[in-house]
């Protein structure tokens, strides 16, 4: 070996040693420090710590904290979320610093997550443009905010891999597949906490992980439903989001609403301590969600003094909203019903999270106005806004190359997203404000000032008044247009009809996805069904833009209109986003991350699904089906059109046959074989053929985002190794198992290519 590179190496490994020595150092200080504050620390005081209530701007359920800055100034509290701005927090921090006796900070959390004061596409749809950079740029900007607005928690990502579209909260997530899912997870901690989680950065948040565990599998798309799932099924499918999240160092982990198989999880030990803790070595802090422990007795857990207890006990640190810790646990201790160790464990847990963002030495560390108002909107942010939502974006389909629209041809725009503002931010849009959205009109008419495009609004988001007085209360602002549904159709069609092409654009308003909006029909309301039909009539050529926070069924929509965009909700920049991608200045290259049904009856609707012992074979009655429609999906996973089309080349494999251990290269070329440049996201998935337990038909194993100008051709390489092909055997085992493979390429989950190997 050459000298420089025993130098290198050694140099390595003293680095490596150094870090973790340095790491050792750090610890040994703050273990110093909490030991001396918590010496001080009565039992209240210690108990108050667990305390945290909403004050501020926003609820998210139905019990109000009350006495909040009395209770601080007492002592009876550890961080407050809803607060926000400089001045709102400095208020706050200043009670705690100037009227408590050990002046312990507060930490200031809030509900930021797709984006603070700039917002991004909801998070369903940052997920569909596949670009991990992308959504950590996205996280990052929003912690940049964040800090700047004065807080140092953000309760956020939201890993919950959900397959039932019917539950609203599908908007917030990244999806149906583990594997992507776990990718996100990592991006967005990264995001919020920095690359190398320092949480004494300015810029930098505590991460929340939520809502921990298996709150997208409640039964029949429900909110806040049941879960019932076996092991196995939580193992490979459910967890992974959150234990990538808990890898990647994210600080804070939201225990759910939701029970699992009859332990809620706000009481669940086996899920706080023994998973999270134990088996996952997870070193932070868990908060309850909104009233959670509170909602225990409504699962029938117990009275106040015992769901506090259980609560406790099972690993929660932080009690969201529902006021029983400081309610109960110190009367437990004195009853001698409960060890007084639990409540040390939790408040140190709690000291330990203020320590590392680094409070203790300036409690005032994320109040600059300077920084707020250089930080927030600006230009740099607004770009990125715009970029995220283009590349969530994703083309369903589009006939005929119907789009890009062309400017200089007669286009009518209809419908009640035209113009509309309100919507276009989504749902849990944090400290964003609907207001500064540029809708797609103001966007067409800065962009097109001298054309001529015509506008009919077509109809209301919604006629259903039972629905509008169930949205209205929170924020919707749906005005019913003075027109009757009947004249706004007829002046559409008449608009229509002087067109060459209508572009309708539709969708849910944006309370009808999100927390507390599960749906039993997930298509396009009514009375917006009736404009289609209509605009149908006509015979010209529509393309259909939507914005929603779900999969949505759309059989009618695909089989009568030419193309389709799912544009998600947008965000901030939606309109300037929309219009780039309508006229085609950007390519749209999204992916679906969740599976579009045909229908609500085919949910729960997957591609990774098990094959059954009866294989669907339209030639034979007892196979597995459905008799009034098709197995398959609407739009499958992974697929997303372009405006230029890629071929693939056959497959090829380094190696067919492998040992454990190896690795091999599979490989194809990807051609460019349309007219425009664009970027194609190349997926990856693997079969297992043969296993002690059953295997899913595919898995996404990987992929790669690749950009290809008209005509140009790349080969695009995959490595496997054989740690992709691990998987839970019958004794849920980690590890690999011999037998056939399939290895399959292409542009979506049901478009690919495939190969044959072996494991020895
Ligand atoms: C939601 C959480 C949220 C919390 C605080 C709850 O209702 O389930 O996702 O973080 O409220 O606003």
Redesign the pocket.
Known sequence: MKLSKIVIASCLVLTGFGASAQKAARDAKMDAYINKLMAKMTIDEKIGQLNLPSIGFDV??PILSQGVEEKIEKGMVGGV?NTYTPNAVRKLQELAIKKTRLKIPLLFGY?VIHGHRTIFPIPLGLSASWDMPLIQKTARAAADEATADGLNWV?SP?VDIARDPRWGRVAEGGGEDTWLGSQIARAMVKGYQGENNDLRREDAVLACV??FALYGAAEAGRDYNTVDMSMRKMTETYLPAYKAAVDAGVATV?SS?NEINGVPAAANHWLLTDLLRNQWGFKGMVAT??TAIMELKNHGMGDDAQVAKLALVAGNDMDMVSDLFIGELKKLVQAKKLDVKYIDLACRRVLESKYKLGLFDDPYRNISENRAKNNIMNAEKLALAKEAAEKSMVLLKNDNNTLPLQAGKKIAFVGPMVKNQRDLIGNWSGAGDWKKAISFWDALQAQYPSNKFTYAKGCNILDDKALIDKLNPHDAQIVLDSKSPADLIKEAVETAKDADVVVAMMGEAFGMSG?AASRSDISLPANQQNLLKALRETGKPIVLVLMNGRPLTLQWEHDNTAAILEAWFPGTKAGDAIADVLFGKYNPSGKLSMTFPRSVGQIPIYYNAKGTGRPFNDEQKYTSKYLDIPNTPLYPFGHGLSYTTFGYSAIKLSKTSIRNGERFTATVTLNNTGKYDGEETVQLYIRDMVGSVTRPVKELKGFQKVFLKAGESRTVTFNVSTDDLKFYDINMKYTTEPGDFKLFIGSSSADVKEADFKLL
């Open positions: 998210t359920g979320f509900d309760f939201m939520k809502h939201m609403f969600d909104y927390e």
